[in-house]
């Protein structure tokens, strides 16, 4: 069946490692929009910071952030869909992850809050790596106390994110402390981060939510991803497509495989299964 809607992932997918899009993704994105296929970015990102190249692209309708967490309609940026973690949850989390004196942001109605101590080490004392700074330009809401703050407001995060864990001991330490922890799904954009969100949320449950209202079934979706919060949307989709690079994960869950993010692998995949294949992935 002919591709109708094709969800994508933007870090490690789309995105240049300098946050920019290609001119030749650019152009294959546009072309198949111009053959009537529905654009819609799917990214762990939360909505203020999503990149104007991205959100520039024609016919935006709808975008996918804090893995599947918030669905946005475009363009005026109201929530189709919310799946929040509970605040005795997050509280819970916070029990966790007070413990280590790693950054932590969390994701509240598209934007990102930060314990303002913690912002202001964390190029220097913190350790985050330069290659991760751009992460650090988000519009942050900044709070003296996220325990204080969670207590007092009933605050339900889209996601909470652990921008940077130095070592691999410490990433899978906190993993499996995080994991005994009752409603929440654990995933990562890269290999020295954490994602946390509400059970429900992931990728693949907001796309499968955006089909059904749109009427598509999941052999006319195509999803292009590349880490484990994308593994879900890639199971959905019928034509499914992982990154060279990307992880094994990743890898095992997609159906086939295209060039790296930096080798302009998004429109490789664009042309094989959209543009030169009538449409069609196979």
């Not at 994701?107 to 080490?121: I, P, T």
């Not at 709070?143 to 864990?165: A, Q, R, S």
């Not at 495989?257 to 030169?276: E, P």
């Amino acid at each position: 069946m002919n591709i109708k809607l094709l969800a994508f992932d933007l870090d490690g997918t789309t995105l240049s490692d300098s946050d920019h899009v290609s001119e030749k993704n650019r152009e294959a994105l546009v072309r198949a929009f111009q053959k009537g296929v529905l654009l819609v970015p799917a990214s762990g990102r939360l909505f203020t910071f999503l990149p104007k190249e991205v959100m520039s692209l024609p016919g935006l309708r709808w975008v996918i952030t804090s893995n599947g967490a918030a669905v946005y309609t475009l363009p005026d940026g109201k929530p189709l869909k919310k799946s929040l973690i509970p605040n005795e949850t997050a509280k819970k989390l916070y029990e966790v992850i007070k413990q280590y004196d790693i950054y932590r942001e969390f994701y509240n109605e598209g934007r990102a809050m930060v314990e303002r101590s913690f912002f202001e080490r964390s190029r220097t004392e913190m350790g985050i790596p330069e290659r991760k700074w751009k992460f650090l330009s988000k519009d942050y809401v900044f709070v003296e106390d996220m325990e204080k703050t969670l207590e007092e407001t009933g605050l339900c995060p889209e996601k909470v994110n652990l921008l940077y864990l130095p070592t691999k001991e410490l990433r899978e330490k906190l993993w499996k402390e995080l994991e005994r922890i009752e409603g929440l799904s654990l995933s990562s954009s890269f290999s020295d981060n954490i994602e946390v969100n509400a059970r429900q949320a992931n990728k693949g449950a907001a796309l499968k939510t955006l089909c059904e209202m749109l009427g598509i079934p999941p052999e006319e979706v195509m999803a292009i991803g590349d880490n484990g919060n994308d593994v879900s949307m890639l199971e959905f989709a019928g034509c499914s497509v992982a990154m060279g690079g990307g992880s094994e994960e990743a890898l095992q869950a997609a159906k086939y495989r295209t060039g790296s993010h930096d080798r302009d692998g998004l429109a490789q995949a664009i042309d094989r299964f959209v543009l030169t294949a009538g449409g069609r992935c196979e």
